[in-house]
Structures are given as C-alpha cells and as structure tokens.
C-alpha cells in the first residue's frame, strides 16, 4: 500500500466529527483553552455535514427563558414524560439551562429567527423587540437553511485545524495507563492516507444510526431515510469499541412522517394546526388509549384525566395508535392539510419546511402532483433509527455537572460529560440519557465537554500518555485490510460483485439491516421482537462479524462504507443486547417485546447500562438508579 | 435519487465533490465531469445542487415510488443573503419561494478567541459557558441551579 501515513501530535482536545455537537466543542474548547491545540477531525465537510447538513427549519430546543416562557425544569418534566420516565434529568437539566446562549449567539452569528410579531410588546433584546416566532412550546422557527455553514464558521475560526474527508474508524488508548483515550485514528476518503491523531482528550461528536434496520425505501431510493444515510452509528461504534459503558441502547426511535419522503410534520401539528385522520376521516387515536393505558399505566397515560393534567402524549403511544389502526385494516393515516393550506402564510410555510430541511419531501409531491392545498398527504411510520439527540436517548453514560449530580455516585466522576473512559467525552448523538436536545442542545453538550475536558488537561490527568507504535501499525493494517482482501478476492473470479471470499459493503449492509428488522422489531414484523428472537439475532450479530473481516473494497470510497457498516454493526448489537436485557415493553410504539408486553415499572424504573470488555467482546448489563428533580405537576 | 448531472453544463470543478456530505459526488475519469456514484445513498440534501455554479446538478425523484415529470430547482445567492426555490408539479403547476439564509455578511460574526480577553479563574471553575450568563440575557444574570430552583434529585419511582 502506497498510503502515506500522516501523524498529528500533541492535540489538547481532538473532535472527533463536527456536526452541531463537535461544532459546539471547537467553539468552546478554545474559549477556555487559549494556548491549547484544538483539532476537528470530520467524515464529510463541516460546511455541510451531519444531521443539520440540508438545513433545519426549527430550533426545536429553545426555552425562552428570557421571555419569561420555560425554566429548565419544565424541560426536563416535558423530556420525561415523552421517554415515559427514562432519562438523565441531571443532564438534561444542565443541558436545558445552557441552550438558550447558544440560540442567542446562532442569532448573532447570522441564524435568520422568526420574530412574532403579536408579542412586540414583550421586552427589547439585544437583537430587536419581541420573543422568537414558536413553533410549539419548546420550538422556535427559523430560516435555516444555512444553520450548518454558519455554526461551522464558529468552529473553523476557532479551531488550529480542519481535516475535512477523515473517517475516524478507531479511537487510540493510552498504552501507559488502563482505559484512558489517546487519540483517533482514521483514513483520508479522498487521498487514502492513514491518519493518527494523538491528543490528550477526545470529544466524540459524531453521528447516530440511520439504515440499521430495513428501510421502507429500495432501490435507488434506499437513501431517502427519514435521518441522514451519513450517520452511520460512529457516535457508538468508536465508544462501544473503546469499552465506555453505554446507556438506553434499546431506546430506538419510530418517527410518524409524511409517506415516502419523511417530510417533517412537527411545524405541520404545532404551527399549522393540522390534524390526522384515517382513510375514512374518523379521529383513530384516543379509542386505542384505553387498552393502551391498561399495559403502561396511568402514570404515563391517564385517559380521564389528561386533559386536566396538561401533560402531553408520549409520541410513543401516539405511534401506538397510529400502527394500531393501520393494522385494523383502516389505513392509510392521512395529515389534514386542505384547511390549513387555504392560509397563504400558512401553506408557505408548510411548504417551505421542506425547502429548509427535507427536500426530497417536496420533490417527491412534485413527482406525484399532490399540493396539500387540496389533497391530504398520506402518512407513515418510519423504521426505527437509534439515537441521543433527537427525542430518544442512546449513547454513552456520561457524568454530570458537579453541582447538580455531585452527591450522588453514579452519575459523577468528575468531568462533565466524560464517559465512563478518561479523557473520552461526548457531545450530541453520543451522550445517553439526553434526549430533546436536537441541534441546539447538541451544540450545547459540545460546548459542557469542551470546557470540561479543558479542565481535566489543566487538573494535570492527562499527562504521561503513551501511544505504542505497534498499536498504529495494529490499527493501520486492520483499516486498510478491506482493500487487501477485495485484490486479492477479485482474481478468483471472473468478474461482478459476487465472491466466495468476501462480501462487498452494501449487500453486507443489506443482510445487517434484514437482520436487524426480522429480529430486532423492524418495520416488517410491526416493531415486535421477543427474547427468542433477539437471541437468534445476537447469534446472527455474531457470525455476520466474522464475515465482516472479510469485508471487501473495491476502493477507498467502499473503505469508508465497510467502515461504516462495521460501526453499524457494532451499534446493532448494542441495541439488540439492551432489548433483551430490560425485560418489558417500556416504549409501545417505539418497539414490542411480545414476551413482556406490559410496562413495569416495579423492576425497570430504572436506566440500563451495558460494558463492552474490549478483549472477549462479552457484554455486561447493569441496571442504574433513576433520581428524578421535579414533580410531575405542572408550576 | 438522486442527483444527476448535465453533461453540457458540468465543467468539473468539483465544487459538490468537495460538499457532498455522503461522499458520492464524484469525478468521472473518462468525461472530466461530476456523477453520482452511489445513488442510493444520497439524501436529496441539495447540498451539490446548490454548491454548482453552473446550475449543472439535478435531482429526479427516487424511481422506487416517484414518477418522471417534475423537478425543484435552487439558487443560492450568498451575496444577497437568500435563496430561491422553483417548484414544477407533474403536471406543470408551479410554486415559487424566497428565504433568507443569513442576516450577516458572511465571515464577520464570530469572534477568534485568541484576540478576547482571558476568561477569569473565578469563571473556569464556575458551571458557566463562553460569554455566560450575559449571552442567556435573564435580567437577574444568574444561571440556573438546583438550590435557585428549589430542587433536588431524589431516587425512585416518581410518579
């Protein structure tokens, strides 16, 4: 291989992926690091990369503090009640107090917010009279097509250095002392080069998982996944592999989405006031909640009286109903737009909600002549995708803020937001427990762990780190080991993409995500799994990773797509092992174990914790305590 | 799906090789012009589509359920701070929409901190980010705590 082999050392604080989370790290690294070496090492082109890469027409996590609109703890009692229970509120608190600065310096920096204009009266800011334009009470709408490019900008000014093009496949440990983070390692996509990174703390910005499980698109369409086809779980495949205990793996997420281009319908229900029916114009959904309520208590839905509690639906139980009365044969859902859309203002935001963040949505009725104007669209239910920062909470267990979880020892070890591996820290899709926080909350964990692992450099833990050579030249041979296998495969045969000796990325793909849907609670069994068939999926898990050392390329593009799918597979068995362990069906809707289909929260009001051992592969689970902050009454 | 290019007006610039976040905007070696490799990883992001200066990339709706006949063409006009979209159904119909991308000239907003002052040891050991609590603008000037709240983490089932 004639690949050059390019080593940056002496890093502070190295990013591992810039989308909002890392974008928010660089920024705030160099705040509090002013002779500190802060590099950001991203798959794609921090321009335009991650989740907000096409555009974002909604802030979705914005309290209004100033205007007198939400406190923190409103937010963590809201994220609470949508995950039925199961979330980090220290963490969430921390993260809610925060994202209010980081949406003031977007609006500084250039963000166009919408302003309300029925709410002039309300006091001057620094940027002009009134609050921002809500969407819904923690939404606050923008024109956001350029989101991405501009928080990029903070990072890029701030940052020593950008390595756009980098798939970070591995992260480095310290070879002087037992689980502490070194580095990351990784291959240019374009160049080929091999890239070490040495650096005394990691933030782990990267992305969360689309196309594990089958998606409802095929074909050439296989890309139109409602989350981006680029995230492909390297938010847990780097931290799982490095041995950091992860949180909520079973959390994954069913979106309900406008069929066929997973158009967004949070501005459609808030903003516009649009509503769902079935195919024959009947309200469906309240008449599957009272059996509803029977499996997961009134706790969590409370039939009588959830008008006069306020407390909102869990978008679980929503989804509940919705595949309910698919199933019963009353389908297709339809979103009742023809009302709203008579509003010119209104239309054009529908419309432009797509413009600014889903495009092919609009593309798609484009195709087939439907103008909501006149048709209600159809909607669907999405497969599931598995994720920290949208409104479910995978990722790592990470510690808390010192005066908000200091007493209490699961949740503290002093770094905030560092994994339970030191100097390892997470920001967005990476960090568990944390859902809600969408992209301002995303940059705003980025921004918690870089000022913490600036700390933990100055508290002097990072010193006398060591990275062997053998570990690089390990690393190197294992990453470029896909091109070795496909040169030397490729003359068994005459030609194509079929071989006895390796199995090419995509089809690998393909097997994974048919895996991971027949087995794991996949659109096609409707969400269901069992323990019988969650065991045959671990088994399948395993020996689909031997086959994936035999995972050819044909070139460097496919290199970054085994990398890819290795990652996915490793975030796969994360999910189907934490599915087994917490035995009842916490999230109807989101997924069913149908050998437990009750919530219980007797045994399971609690977190789930699983631990890689990074030498057998075996995984421990654990059960962690739940400590709630607030009542559930409204203030 | 995808994106598709015009073989006319491509000059391989490789401006959407640069951008495409998917990493399929490629240069094909026999033409000197962009393609998309791997259609079926592309997200309809219109990243490329915007980023050609000469209008060369395109999209046409994904062929397992959209059919021929329509498009949504884009300009982004940096300078002018906005972007223009053109929507043509199926069967001719058009809509046309207009959005600001940025209020600022681009580049002049954000602050190197290596030219601000030092943050105070006081704020470093503190819970508070850059330029807080000013940048969270309460009028009271303070961050959020347990004890301001009046909370307390308290473990078990809380409902």
Known sequence: MSYKTIIEDNIDILVVGAGLGGTGAAYEARHWGRDKKVIIAEKANIDRSGAVAQGLYAINCYMGTRWGENNPEDHVRYARMDLMGMVREDLAFDMARHVDSAVHKFEEWGLPLMKDPKRAELPEGDLGKGAYMREGRWQIMIHGESYKPIVAEAAKVNADKTFNRIMVTHLLMDDAQDNRVAGAVGFNVRTGNYHVFKSKTVVVGAGGASNIFKPRSVGEGAGRVWYAPWSSGSAYGLLIEAGAKMTQMENRIVLARFKDGYGPVGAYFLHLKTYTQNAYGDEYESKWFPELAERVGKAYLDTENQHFSHKPIPTCLRNHAFISEVAAGRGPIHMVTVEAFQDPHLEEVGWENFLGMTVGQAVLWAATDIDPKYINPELTTSEPYVMGSHATGCGAWCSGPEDISGKIPEYFWGYNRMTTVDGLFGAGDSVGGTPHAFSSGSFTEGRLSAKAACKYIDDGKAEGINVSQKQIDDRKEQIFKPLETYTVGRNEIVGGTVSPSYILPFPGLQRLQKLMDEYAGGVTVQYMTNDKLLNMGLHKLKILEEDLEKVGAEDIHQLLRAWELKHRHRTSECVVHHTLFREETRWPGYYYRGDKMKLDDENWHVLTTSQRDRSTGEYKMEKQPLYHLVGDAEK | ?159
């Open chain 2, 1 to 159: 799906m995808p994106t598709f290019v015009y073989m006319t007006r491509c000059d391989g610039c490789g401006h959407c090789v640069d951008i495409c976040p998917s990493d399929i905007m490629h240069i094909d070696k026999k033409y000197r012009r962009a393609l998309n490799i791997e259609p079926n990883m592309c997200w309809e992001c219109y990243s490329c589509v915007k980023a050609c200066p000469h209008q060369a990339i395109d999209v046409r709706g994904y062929a397992d359920f959209a059919p021929l006949g329509h498009s949504v063409r884009v300009i982004r006009d940096e300078e002018k701070g906005t972007i223009a979209w053109k929507i043509k159904f199926r069967d001719g119909r058009e809509k046309n929409f207009l959005s600001p991308i940025t209020t600022k000239p681009w580049g002049s907003t954000i602050p190197d901190f290596r030219n601000e002052a030092e943050p105070t040891a006081e704020a470093r050991n503190s819970e508070l980010l850059a330029f807080e609590p000013e940048s969270i603008r309460l009028d009271d000037g303070g961050l959020h705590t347990l004890e301001s709240n009046n909370l307390e983490l308290i473990e078990g089932v809380y409902y």
